[in-house]
Structure formats: structure tokens, C-alpha cells
């Protein structure tokens, strides 16, 4: 898991490096690739119930699950990128949301705030803790900065599959929801993928005709992190790591 979650830090590392106006979103899936064949690993993403590419490509009010294809970004665009990577039969996976260029203080605030989000839910994770504490701290941090959580999608347990029990909502009510102090025990050893997704609008998402790519009903603007980690006595770690600290 250590290896999977690295070669994972690594490539988004790569891509953040390299992303800028005039690209298309395709770019990114070949550096992807050919990053991943560098380190003989694989695609977690590719193949997937038919996932036909290596990364996801989200922009602006595109939450999740972009396809890669010719649309090119543009100054201004927040773009999030989402990426696995199957190492010696264990998985890693992680998401970054980066500006290309200049961008307004309200998108800079939603990519600061959704960062923030996701560390305040790792350090909710210990051992002891129920995994509803994650979900709490999330949606505090989220919420008192005037943000709302997609609800319809959440984290995820990992390992040698790269979704496994449990699934880890950003909120706490039902029905999506876990409250704090509830939900399944955190033990030393779970190694677990926590994922806020945050909007500026409404928590509501559509999906488009493509049948992946997930919006925000509303059109606001969405922005997406997501850590990889191993559960601890104390401090969860971060098998992912290093994608830009």
C-alpha cells in the first residue's frame, strides 16, 4: 500500500508540474500512462466498469469522473484530477484540485477550503474513533465556510481492491450520512480513501450523457481532494503523500 500510495503522489506530482492553459484534458491521461509504465504499475481507473481512461479530468462544475478528451483548458479553469495506481496487487488512490493560472478569490477559496476539509477528516481517523468522526470534521469545515458536500459520492475503504468496505460519507445525515460517534470502528490497519467534494453551490449533481462525468446540478463551481491512509493508534499516515507539500 505504501509502494501504490507513492507512485501515485508522484504522478499527480507530475501532472500538477506540467498542467497548464492551452492543454488538452487527453494530455494528461498519455503523461499519466507513460508515467505508470515507467514504475510497472497499473491503471486502477482504466477498465473499470468500463472507465476508458488512465485519470479523471473534472473542470469547473464537473465534480468527478471527467473522461479525458480534446477540450483544452483555459486561464481561470479549476481543473481536479483524480488517479489510482495498482502496484504488486494493492491500489492507491488520491485527488488534487489545482488552478490553471490566475482564478478568482471565491474558486481559490472552495480549492483551499476543500484541502482543508480533507485534512481535517485524517486527523479525525484513529484508531478507537468511529467513522462517523471523519465525516463530522469534514462537514464542519466545509459548512463554516459557506460550502455544501456532495452527498451521492464518498470515500471508500482500499486495498487490494480499489473500492472496498466502507464507504465514508463527507456528511452526517441521513440518508448518505454517518453521525459522529456512530458507524463502523476504526482499527489500527485500515487503510482507507478520503474524499470531500465541495460546492459553492447546492450539494446536488448530475450526470451527463456520457454516463460518468458528474456536475453540479446548479452549474457552481466544484473542487475535489483525496488522501489515501492507513489508520494508526494516533495519526492516521498518509500513504499519498507528497502530491504538493
Known sequence: MRQSGRIVAEILRTLIEQIKPGMKTKDMDIIAEKELKKRGAESSFKGYHGYPATICVSINEQIVHGIPGDRVLKE?????????AKYKGFHGDAAVTVPI??????????IDTTREALEKGIAAARAGGRLGDISAAIQAHAE????SLVRE?????IGRKMHEDPQIPNNTEPPYGIPAGTGVELKKGMTLALEPMLNVGDWHTR????????STADGSLSAHF???????????EVLTRGIYD
Open 101 to 110: 493560472g490566475k482564478v478568482k478569490p471565491e474558486a481559490q477559496r472552495l
Open 207 to 214: 450526470v451527463a450523457d456520457d454516463q460518468w462525468t458528474v
Open 226 to 236: 483525496e488522501h489515501t491512509i492507513a489508520i494508526d493508534d494516533n495519526q492516521a
Open 144 to 147: 463554516s465556510n459557506g460550502f
Open 153 to 157: 459520492y464518498t470515500g471508500h475503504g
Open 76 to 84: 481561470g479553469d479549476i481543473v481536479s484530477l483524480d488517479f489510482g
